[in-house]
């Protein structure tokens, strides 16, 4: 169960730093 939620964890971690990217991509072009 905890090796789970490290995963969880890292799969969160990942999915933000991908929207950061993509937001700031879109403020850059817009």
């Given at each position: 169960?905890?090796?789970?939620?490290e995963?969880?964890?890292?799969?969160?971690?990942?999915?933000?730093?991908?929207?950061?990217?993509?937001?700031a991509?879109?403020?850059?072009?817009?």
């Open positions: 169960m905890g090796r789970f939620k995963h969880l964890k890292a799969q969160g971690l990942a999915s933000t730093s991908v929207n950061r990217a993509l937001a991509i879109k403020s850059f072009f817009s």
